[in-house]
């Protein structure tokens, strides 16, 4: 049985398209060795230069483990799940095959097939990145809490903001959370559908 036809694309002097702006966005949090804290304040100096210096035993582990450090572990689930988007966005610019199921969907057009392949997969990379959580504000429209703590009489006391505020902001920010677990599911039944589909 047929599982995949292979087509060889041309190379006609084409630039790569660039990274999707979400891609981008997300990398601009994954360097090991941005400092995690402000340079303005003196006493985080020596904690930043002691982070620039043990990321390059983290930086180690990466490429003798070949796929995370001790750092990405602490948040396993959002560094698969980027991970896997980006990988999939490369994907799309190696990939010279499409599966039979897309040839067949349009009658053998070979054009055809491969650009919605190749669309696919892009929209399956957009719902992994809009379920990441270090992306939300950049994917939606977070709102601020209308709440503030503050300590009185060693209590935490919230000031600030009515009751009608609180359970707005409670309830956009639930449906956020439950709109990115709902695109971690969308991209992952996709993916399940065609994981064996998912080679050059």
Same mark, same amino acid.
């Given at each position: ?46 904690? +930043? ?45 190696? +990939? ?42 950049? +994917? ?13 009489? +060693? ?46």
């Amino acid at each position: 049985m047929i599982w995949f036809k292979t087509i060889y694309k041309q190379n006609k002097g084409e630039q790569k398209p660039m990274k999707s702006a979400v891609r981008a966005e997300y990398e601009k949090h994954k360097d090991l060795f941005k400092p995690y804290l402000s340079w303005k304040y003196p006493s985080c100096w020596w904690k +930043n230069i002691k982070w620039f210096f043990r990321s390059f035993n983290l930086a180690a582990q990466r490429a003798r483990r070949g796929y995370s450090c001790t750092y990405d572990v602490m948040d396993l689930n959002d560094y698969f799940v980027g991970a896997l988007a980006c990988a999939l966005e490369d994907f799309i610019e190696y +990939n010279i095959g499409i599966p039979q199921s897309y040839l067949d969907a349009v009658n053998g057009d070979e054009d055809k097939a491969i650009e919605q392949w190749h669309n696919d997969i892009r929209k399956v990379s957009l719902l992994l990145f809009q379920s990441l959580e270090s992306l939300e504000d950049f +994917n939606y429209d977070v709102p601020e809490c209308p709440e503030v703590m503050a300590f009185k009489n +060693n209590k935490v006391d919230f000031i600030g903001g009515t009751e009608e505020e609180r359970q707005n902001w409670l309830t956009k920010t639930n449906n956020i959370a439950r709109d990115r677990i709902e695109c971690r599911k969308k991209a992952f039944e996709w993916l399940n559908e065609h994981w064996e589909d998912l080679w050059i």
